[in-house]
């Protein structure tokens, strides 16, 4: 076990629960299809997560780090998608909730695996993912123990604290949204997020590393 797991997970602990995109789209698509979708939408973040994991143990990483270009590249394409989300979910609740007007474009079913990968492209198109792995791991690797195995094992228990808090948020999510069964709620819930996926992908276009 590494010296400095204990700090390192309180310190992933705070980085988790910290709200950011990936809650922001959760909780949207959690409000839609319930505890499950919610749940899809968490693993692709994590499967994100272990590409980028695997990624920095090729060095893969490290160019994306590296590269100013392929930074601003892949930052650009993550604000684009959270803005397109964003959009999104704004479009689909404009309707009006009272049961007089006719919803002439429903907001199509999110199934799982569309809920999967909105989670999976969210991560992978967010390269201070990358940063974490590069800067913040190695911080927590102790002189004299084996950087790849400690390193390693640093991953695994960040992705699986990461798998732990998407099932609990997700059984939450699925929780409010049956409290907030009534359209005009449901609506109200899905034009926050909407606008706060937007504004979020916003603030990545403009942040630097």
Same mark, same amino acid.
């Given at each position: 076990?590494?010296?400095?797991?204990?700090?390192?997970?309180?310190?992933?602990?705070?980085?988790?629960? =910290?709200?950011?995109?990936?809650?922001?789209?959760?909780?949207?698509?959690?409000?839609?299809?319930?505890?499950?979708?919610?749940?899809? =939408? #968490?693993?692709? %973040? %994590?499967?994100?997560?272990?590409?980028?994991?695997?990624?920095?143990?090729?060095?893969?990483?490290?160019?994306?780090?590296?590269?100013?270009?392929?930074? =601003?590249?892949?930052?650009?394409?993550?604000?684009?998608?959270?803005?397109?989300?964003?959009?999104?979910?704004?479009?689909?609740?404009?309707?009006?909730?009272?049961?007089?007007?006719?919803?002439?474009?429903?907001?199509?079913?999110?199934?799982?695996?569309?809920?999967?990968?909105?989670?999976?492209?969210?991560?992978?198109?967010?390269?201070?993912?990358?940063?974490?792995?590069?800067?913040?791991?190695?911080?927590?690797?102790?002189?004299?123990?084996?950087?790849?195995? =400690?390193?390693?094992?640093?991953?695994?228990?960040?992705? %699986?604290?990461?798998?732990?808090?998407?099932?609990?948020?997700?059984?939450?999510?699925?929780?409010? #949204?049956?409290?907030?069964?009534?359209?005009?709620?449901?609506?109200?819930?899905?034009?926050?997020?909407?606008?706060?996926?937007?504004?979020?992908?916003?603030?990545?276009?403009?942040?630097?590393?």
């Amino acid at each position: 076990m590494p010296d400095q797991l204990f700090p390192f997970l309180a310190v992933v602990g705070l980085l988790t629960l =910290t709200p950011g995109p990936d809650m922001a789209l959760v909780l949207r698509n959690g409000v839609r299809g319930g505890a499950r979708v919610a749940w899809w =939408t #968490g693993l692709g %973040c %994590c499967t994100g997560i272990t590409v980028y994991a695997a990624a920095s143990a090729v060095g893969l990483a490290a160019v994306l780090a590296a590269s100013a270009t392929a930074f =601003t590249v892949v930052k650009i394409a993550g604000a684009a998608y959270l803005v397109y989300l964003g959009a999104k979910a704004l479009w689909h609740a404009r309707r009006s909730p009272e049961p007089a007007v006719l919803d002439l474009d429903p907001a199509p079913p999110l199934d799982r695996r569309s809920a999967f990968r909105q989670g999976l492209v969210s991560n992978l198109l967010n390269p201070k993912i990358a940063l974490i792995f590069l800067t913040l791991i190695p911080q927590f690797v102790s002189r004299g123990e084996p950087a790849f195995s =400690t390193t390693a094992f640093l991953a695994a228990s960040f992705l %699986c604290m990461a798998v732990l808090w998407w099932r609990i948020f997700s059984l939450a999510v699925g929780a409010l #949204g049956r409290l907030v069964a009534r359209e005009r709620v449901r609506l109200s819930i899905e034009r926050l997020t909407g606008a706060v996926l937007i504004g979020l992908g916003v603030r990545v276009a403009f942040t630097h590393r």
